[in-house]
């Protein structure tokens, strides 16, 4: 066989191989890419499959640990105009827990005393800090990400407290959802408010709104965590699983 015909079946071989390796190699990183999704966010194969393959086709799910998934995969696949209450919404676009459910027809009310990067979010901004009581004057840390009530400032208390503190007068959610209109039955609340999550939930009227879906930060902090549990299987709801610094919540 000539010179040049065995080097022609080398450099075939060659491609062949690379070209094997490079889709096995695509291959296992769908896989982890498929696995991960279903770890964070509660999915079963067939939403986990669906989420992945619309991410590897460049949709963005921007929430922090999968939370917008959980709820557009999992719990209201076909829902197309659901409603959201975002207490704590921080910044509008980075590590957004409802953008995602808005760019698909959601509407809602983003909650947060000092918003960041809201251009082009279609929510009721209410920028108001929430407790369990109303008229209360508190001091808030302005720290983005990890900024809150200075009395309730849960695992990143030391990195806030090094930020400016700012004068607020709390009010309750009831009150933001009553003031909003806001529908008896909403959809999915994120519940981020470093530290201050049960105090907000304790001005909820349970028994006048209903959620389908939450998402609680709760930061390993004990007891609190555990009495946010308590509190919500009182009131008819369920831990469905948990992830990271979040516990998620469905009706029972």
């Not at 071989?13 to 964070?40: D, I």
């Not at 921007?62 to 704590?88: A, C, M, N, T």
């Amino acid at each position: 066989m000539r010179i040049w015909k065995i080097a022609a079946i080398v450099v075939v071989v060659a491609l062949l191989g690379g070209a094997l390796a490079a889709r096995s190699a695509r291959g296992e990183a769908f896989r982890n890419h498929l696995e991960t999704n279903r770890h964070c966010c509660g999915l079963s194969f067939a939403a986990a499959l669906n989420v992945t393959i619309q991410e590897e086709r460049g949709i963005v799910f921007p929430s922090q640990i999968g939370q917008d998934k959980w709820v557009l995969f999992e719990v209201f696949p076909r829902v197309r105009d659901g409603y959201f209450l975002d207490v704590g919404s921080a910044d509008g676009t980075m590590e957004s827990n409802t953008k995602a459910l808005e760019e698909r027809g959601w509407k809602g009310i983003c909650i947060d005393p000092f918003p960041a990067n809201m251009q082009g979010r279609t929510c009721t901004m209410v920028k108001e800090v929430v407790s369990s009581v109303s008229g209360e004057t508190i001091k808030f840390h302005q720290s983005g990400l990890l900024g809150g009530i200075a009395a309730t400032l849960g695992k990143w208390k030391d990195v806030a407290e090094q930020a400016p503190a700012v004068e607020f007068t709390t009010v309750t959610l009831a009150e933001i959802l009553e003031r909003n209109r806001a529908p008896s039955f909403i959809h999915f609340m994120s519940l981020d408010i470093e530290g201050a999550e049960l105090e907000a939930l304790k001005g909820v009227p349970f028994d006048k709104y209903r959620f389908g879906a939450m998402a609680i930060e709760h930061n390993d902090e004990e007891p609190k965590r555990t009495e946010i549990m308590k509190l919500l299987e009182e009131r008819g709801y369920r831990r469905s699983h948990t992830y990271k610094q979040d516990d998620f919540y469905v009706p029972r």
